[in-house]
Every structure is written in structure tokens, then in C-alpha cells.
């Protein structure tokens, strides 16, 4: 168990519609990422939160959004949802502080989304 | 920019045989370089790192990686496969030197490592 929860675990849901994916970090963890899992392009970074501030995007689409709360709790919202949004959603988090990057991340469990 | 790349989406070994799955990877300056497993319907797990020091790297469930700086590659190796060994691996990378506040890890498409009985 790493620590990291993640919420819902599997979700189906509609063309068009839009959806809330959760994530509790481990204890004492600041940073948040989140990232994208489909068969067709692997693991793909979509952004990462540092106690509640945004310090990078990857290749998040226009309709998703993210945010990370202040008791550290982070939401990645996908809105507007297509078929080809259907993949496994993992966040991740790690302690690291503004200088040292040699920390690894530890995942949630994800949550697949499935859109029909 | 950091990548890495993992060239076999597919290894497969004989039970009790050595295994190794290859990646390399291209980045500024000197890499952290990071291995994890993924089971089926699981998260992913960490196994090793690399950050500096001695090329060879000791991890989880007997896996050990060796950095090799001339050839930028890190692949996994265990002397001994068993059964349970079969996932799916990923090599990811990050860039020290990469600008700002940008800790993310870039990964490799993975490999699935398949142990025959």
C-alpha cells in the first residue's frame, strides 16, 4: 500500500459529460501529480501541484482541470468527455522540496474511466 | 527535454533464467534515473533508483539496474526470474537540471515481462 488514495476507482459514463476524480495523497506528502494511462500512449504526465500552487503542466487537454486543496487533497475534473478519454487516471506524490528532485513518486491505485 | 525510451514492449524468459529489460534515455545533464512495476489492475511500484555513486543499484525483490553514463542506459536486470516477476515495467527519468519547479518523471512506454514456468 503506498498510501496514496485515489477515488473512484472505476467509473462509466457518457459522451459529454463531465466527472471528479480525487486523490489523498500520503501523510505528510506536498506535491501531486497527476497522469493520464492509455494503451495507445503509455504514461503521460498531465500536471503537478506543490502545496496548493500549479508548478507544471504536461499534456493536459483544455478540458480537464485540476486543483489541490488545502488540506492537500487534489481533484482532476474532466469535463466535455469524449471516447478517447477513456484511460486509467493514477496521481502520485512525493516529498520533494523546491531543491531536491532525487525523491521518487509513490502511486495510487488509479481510476479507470471508461466513457460510452 | 527528458525521454526515455524502452525498446522491447515484450520479454520473456524461462523461469530460474536472468532476465533484463533494456532502457535508455536522453536528457541535459545527468539523469535521476527510476525503475517501477506495474501488476494488472494495480498501481505502479517502485523499485530502484539511480542518482549517483556506484553505477550498480540494488532494489526490491532482487532487481538490481546498472547506469551506464556512456551509453545512457539503465536496464533492469535479476539473476533469477520467477513467476511472479511477470508485469509490466516502466523506466521513467527526470532532469536535474530541468527549469523551474518541474519534478515530474517522464516515462517509457513499458515493458510486459512475461516468466514461463
Known amino acids: 500500500d503506498s498510501g496514496v488514495t485515489q477515488t473512484p476507482k472505476h467509473l462509466i459514463t457518457a459522451t459529454g459529460q463531465r466527472v471528479t476524480l480525487r486523490c489523498s495523497p500520503r501523510s505528510g506528502d506536498l506535491s501531486v501529480y497527476w497522469y493520464q494511462q492509455s494503451l495507445d500512449q503509455g504514461l503521460q504526465f498531465l500536471i503537478q501541484y506543490y502545496n496548493g500552487e500549479e508548478r507544471a503542466k504536461g499534456n493536459i487537454l483544455e478540458r480537464f482541470s485540476a486543483q489541490q486543496f488545502p488540506d492537500l487533497h487534489s481533484e482532476l475534473n474532466l469535463s466535455s468527455l469524449e471516447l478517447g478519454d477513456s484511460a486509467l487516471y493514477f496521481c502520485?506524490?512525493?516529498?520533494?522540496?523546491?531543491?531536491?528532485?532525487?525523491?521518487?513518486?509513490?502511486f495510487g491505485e488509479g481510476s479507470r474511466l471508461t466513457v460510452l | 527535454a527528458q525521454s526515455v525510451a524502452q525498446p522491447e514492449d515484450q520479454v520473456n524468459v524461462a523461469e530460474g533464467n536472468p532476465l533484463t529489460v533494456k532502457c535508455t534515455y536522453s536528457v541535459s545533464g545527468n539523469p535521476y534515473l527510476f525503475w517501477y512495476v506495474q501488476y494488472p489492475n494495480r498501481g505502479l511500484q517502485f523499485l530502484l533508483k539511480y542518482i549517483t555513486g556506484d553505477n550498480l543499484v540494488k532494489g526490491s525483490y532482487g532487481f538490481e539496474a546498472e547506469f551506464n553514463k556512456s551509453q545512457t542506459s539503465f536496464h533492469l536486470k535479476k539473476p533469477s526470474a520467477l513467476v511472479s516477476d511477470s508485469a509490466l515495467y516502466f523506466c521513467?527519468?527526470?532532469?536535474?537540471?530541468?527549469?523551474?519547479?518541474?519534478?515530474?518523471?517522464?516515462f517509457g512506454k513499458g515493458t510486459l515481462l512475461t516468466v514461463n514456468p
Open positions: 521513467a527519468v527526470r532532469d536535474p537540471l530541468s527549469g523551474g519547479s518541474n519534478y515530474k518523471l517522464t
Open positions: 502520485a506524490s512525493s516529498t520533494l522540496e523546491n531543491r531536491d528532485r532525487t525523491g521518487e513518486l509513490f
